[in-house]
């Protein structure tokens, strides 16, 4: 038997699949969410509809990582019920989303993980 290290140590991390408190900094001055529900309310803020997308994504993936929701899936329909935004802007912003590869899935999507970063970094930002 040999003492070499394995090569997949590497790859490993023994923090989580990515940086909540950076995420949570970034959703503080765009949303809240109910202790008692799981539930996300957007602020008043001036978000494009995609980075409120991106932010509810987010707020849902944080969620799921502590456990307090069984699925980070989004869908359009409940995005709208959520923010009260016109279907068709949703359903346009949803498919800039998928083409970026930010979402990932068919009717029911997921945030990608490894676009958490640049997510981050979008919600911090003025860009649109």
Same mark, same amino acid.
């Given at each position: ?9 590497a790859? !490993?991390s023994?923090?989580?699949i !990515? =940086?909540?408190e950076?995420? @949570? ?7 809240? $969410?109910q %202790?008692s529900?799981? *539930?996300? !309310?957007?602020?008043?803020? *001036?978000l494009?509809?995609? *980075? +409120?997308?991106?932010a509810?994504?987010l ?6 990582? %502590?456990?307090?929701? =069984?699925? =980070?899936? $989004?869908?359009?329909i409940?995005f709208? +019920?959520?923010? #009260?935004i ?5 359903d ?6 998928? =083409?970026? %590869? !930010?979402? @990932? #899935?068919?009717? *029911? ?7 958490i970063?640049? $997510?981050?970094?979008m919600l911090?930002?003025?860009q649109k």
């Amino acid at each position: 038997m040999t003492n070499k290290p394995d090569v997949l140590d590497a790859l !490993f991390s023994d923090g989580g699949i !990515f =940086d909540e408190e950076e995420a @949570v900094k970034a959703l503080q001055p765009h949303l809240t $969410i109910q %202790r008692s529900t799981s *539930k996300v !309310f957007f602020k008043e803020s *001036k978000l494009s509809v995609v *980075k +409120k997308i991106l932010a509810y994504a987010l707020a849902k993936k944080l969620l799921m990582s %502590r456990k307090l929701i =069984d699925s =980070d899936l $989004i869908t359009a329909i409940e995005f709208k +019920k959520a923010t #009260g935004i016109n279907k068709n802007t949703i359903d346009t912003s949803f498919k800039t989303l998928k =083409d970026k %590869r !930010f979402l @990932v #899935g068919k009717l *029911k999507y997921e945030l990608s993980v490894h676009k958490i970063p640049t $997510i981050v970094q979008m919600l911090n930002s003025n860009q649109k």
